[in-house]
């Protein structure tokens, strides 16, 4: 009566003269269909009667209680099997400690025929999957398993929503949503992705945004940089796809939802730039941060580089491991506050952005890149006029006069109405010669003034050759034209 109570809760209900089918090579080997090497192949040793895998069955399933002396011979199997696996594997990954993990599936894989308990038989009803007498002796990943991607349907649904290319496998997509505070190893998490990712995306952002705005100053240039591949930009852009955070990372978890970790310490991907040693007195102090040392110094946002993080050299396997944290819980005092939970969120989604881009590079070569940044980043609408900030308007439209050779600038009151009354209306023009370089309107004449003056500054530093501008990116393509020099501006005027 104990027995059919404990099958009929496990939702199992067989009978005992129910037989398994036989086993072969070939059914054990499609159990292990993620990892095909020698390894795998040269070590095997049939058993009797291996379970068939069912199709909603994982890799790594739960377990009833077993007595203490089954216990200890079924930990005592499974090293021994997943010792003649992958003699280099020390947890469960073989290979090296962070390589393939699919050691323990071959291993629990030979041993869920010798040792069962009443209710762990194979599953004939997909609603209860089939559960695993290993379960609880396999070691416990930070992530899921590679194999696990081709049954994520949102993973899928992500790889169609962004049109993405079928030489780029759900595994690598999956990759790219496993931060490195969820997974410290860098064969499984994104860090390495997201680093090529955000290369190429600040590539092909500056290039377009220098060959199409030629005369940008180097401020808005990097603002204009930052809204359109900023962090929060990047996070903006994960969240319209639809990529949802999992509430705690683990081997559970559904590939397709994004993993990472607070209570982890999180690693810094590596950006270009020069560490300065006076960094922290620029704020503190106030002291001058001049566009010249940002340009030669600072990251491709004209930003200085953090203590925490780590420059001058490209990442390496081991560097992201033991790269420093941007914030630690213990120096929180094991506590984080809103503001920088929002933070660390918006800084993992742009990661993802970053990593899909690096996977897409890796997948498909450069052009295919390019067109997904173009696609999805650079296809977003920017108001550059809203990123201008003018001190002495007046002052700096007389000094891009003198130095282009135009006649001094001219203001003159084209119209104007209700001047006794409690909202008069003016309308300034700023003329040089007979052009009429802007124009402007407010209830006073010198704001009237100021305002023809920034629209016509405005109109200088937004001159555009055209939308379809030619990129240097664009001469790598086969049979493409000789790169004809594109037109750079002398420089700021003030």
């Not at 109570?5 to 037989?19: E, F, I, K, P, T």
């Not at 939970?341 to 070569?365: C, D, L, M, P, Y």
Request: charged letters at 20%; aromatic letters at 8%; proline letters at 8%.
């Amino acid at each position: 009566m104990t027995r059919v109570r404990v099958q009929r809760l496990a939702g199992h209900l067989l009978s005992s003269s129910v037989a398994r089918p036989p086993a072969t090579k070939a059914a054990l080997l499609s159990v292990c269909s993620f990892h095909t090497g020698p390894v795998c192949t040269a070590t095997f040793t049939p058993t009797s009667s291996p379970p068939t895998a069912h199709p909603c069955t994982s890799s790594r399933r739960r377990t009833s209680p077993f007595s203490p002396s089954r216990t200890a011979s079924i930990r005592q199997q499974s090293t021994t099997a997943a010792t003649a696996t992958s003699p280099a594997a020390f947890d469960g990954r073989t290979g090296s400690a962070y390589g393939s993990r699919s050691g323990s599936v071959m291993s629990t894989a030979l041993l869920s025929d010798t040792i069962t308990a009443p209710g762990t038989g194979p599953s004939t009803d997909p609603r209860f999957p089939e559960l695993f007498p290993d379960a609880a002796l396999s070691p416990a990943y930070p992530s899921p398993l590679p194999e696990r991607a081709r049954q994520s349907a949102k993973l899928a649904a992500l790889h169609a929503r962004l049109a993405l290319s079928p030489r780029l496998p759900l595994e690598t997509l999956a990759r790219a949503l496993v931060d490195a505070s969820a997974d410290p190893s860098p064969r499984f998490n994104n860090a390495g992705l997201a680093y090529v990712g955000a290369t190429l995306i600040n590539y092909h952002v500056s290039e377009w945004l220098m060959c199409k705005y030629p005369r940008l100053p180097m401020v808005i240039l990097y603002g204009a940089m930052k809204a359109y591949a900023g962090p929060q930009a990047l996070a903006d852009i994960a969240r319209q796809w639809g990529v949802e955070a999992a509430a705690a990372p683990g081997a559970e978890v559904d590939p397709g939802l994004l993993q990472y970790s607070l209570q982890a310490d999180r690693q810094q991907v590596r950006r270009w730039g020069y560490q300065r040693a006076e960094a922290k007195n620029l704020k503190k102090y106030k002291w001058r941060h001049g566009i010249s040392s940002r340009v030669v110094f600072d990251d491709d946002f004209g930003d200085t580089l953090d203590d925490a993080e780590d420059v001058n050299s490209e990442p390496t396997a081991g560097s992201l491991d033991d790269a420093s944290t941007s914030a630690s819980v213990s120096e929180l005092g094991g506590s984080m506050d809103a503001d920088e939970k929002t933070k660390i969120a918006e800084e993992v989604h742009a990661n993802a952005v970053r990593a899909i881009s690096g996977a897409i590079f890796a997948h498909g070569g450069r052009e295919a890149v390019k067109s997904f940044v173009r696609a999805h980043v650079l296809s977003r609408q920017l108001d550059l006029e809203r990123l201008f900030r003018f001190k002495l308007p007046t002052r700096e439209l007389s000094y891009l006069c003198a130095r282009e050779n135009f006649e001094p600038p001219v203001a003159r009151l084209e119209a104007e109405t209700g001047r006794r009354s409690l909202t008069p209306v003016f309308v300034v023009g700023i003329y040089s010669g007979p052009d009429k370089l802007g124009e402007g309107a407010a209830a006073t004449l010198d704001h009237a003034r100021a305002k023809a003056a920034m629209n016509a500054l405005k109109a200088w530093y937004l001159y555009s050759p055209g939308d379809n501008v030619r990129v240097p990116s664009d001469t790598l393509q086969e049979g493409a034209l000789p790169w004809e020099p594109a037109y750079v501006d002398i420089g700021e005027i003030l």
